[in-house]
């Protein structure tokens, strides 16, 4: 950041201190800003396959200050042109704060469609699939949580998928 300041200062003379002051100040309410985003991670798939048996394990921390917000979960997925289905069945199994229970829930993720073709967005043959899978969820305990993701697709190993993960959003208010 600092270094945009001294690019500035170049480019702006201190005879105009009303356009420094101004895109100082637009530098610094942009970083400031913060994405919505409070957790997203993301395991790449050995051999661009997913075992049944591989089931990754996503662990992320609300604080106390953070309960009282709501948050949208996403299942993230990464698969190329080549993969052949029109959807991915996962079970995501949920871990709470304190709770040796784990609560377990099927999701059909769509990935296609005929008429349109993929959905999401791509890039060359690579194609990112975000499915909302809770809406305005309040985590009500402070504390880790984790999610595991497993594959339950009949196909074993399912070929051409690269990437799974999980991404929890803060709902903006």
């Known amino acids: 950041m600092l270094l945009n300041i001294l690019f500035l200062h170049k480019h702006f003379s201190l005879k105009k201190p009303f356009s420094f002051a101004l895109s100082i100040g637009c530098l610094f309410w942009s970083a400031c800003t913060l994405p919505s985003g409070v957790f997203e991670k ?16 996503f662990s992320f921390d609300i604080r106390d200050q953070d309960t009282a917000n ?35 829930e099927r999701y059909d993720m769509p990935l296609g469609n005929n008429e349109k073709g993929w959905l999401g ?37 399912l070929k051409h998928v690269l990437n799974v993960g999980v991404r929890v959003e803060k709902v903006l208010q």
């Open 121 to 157: 967005s791509g890039m060359d043959d690579i194609w990112e699939q975000r499915v909302w899978i809770q809406h305005s969820t309040k985590f009500a305990r402070p504390g880790s949580y984790s999610i595991t993701l497993e594959q339950l697709m009949r196909e074993d190993p």
């Open 42 to 57: 993301d395991v790449t798939l050995p051999g661009q396959q997913w075992e049944s048996s591989y089931k990754p394990t």
């Open 70 to 104: 709501r948050y949208d979960v996403y299942l993230v997925l990464r698969h190329t042109d080549a993969y052949e289905f029109n959807n991915i069945w996962i079970r995501g199994q949920v871990k709470l704060p304190g709770d040796t229970a784990i609560h377990s």
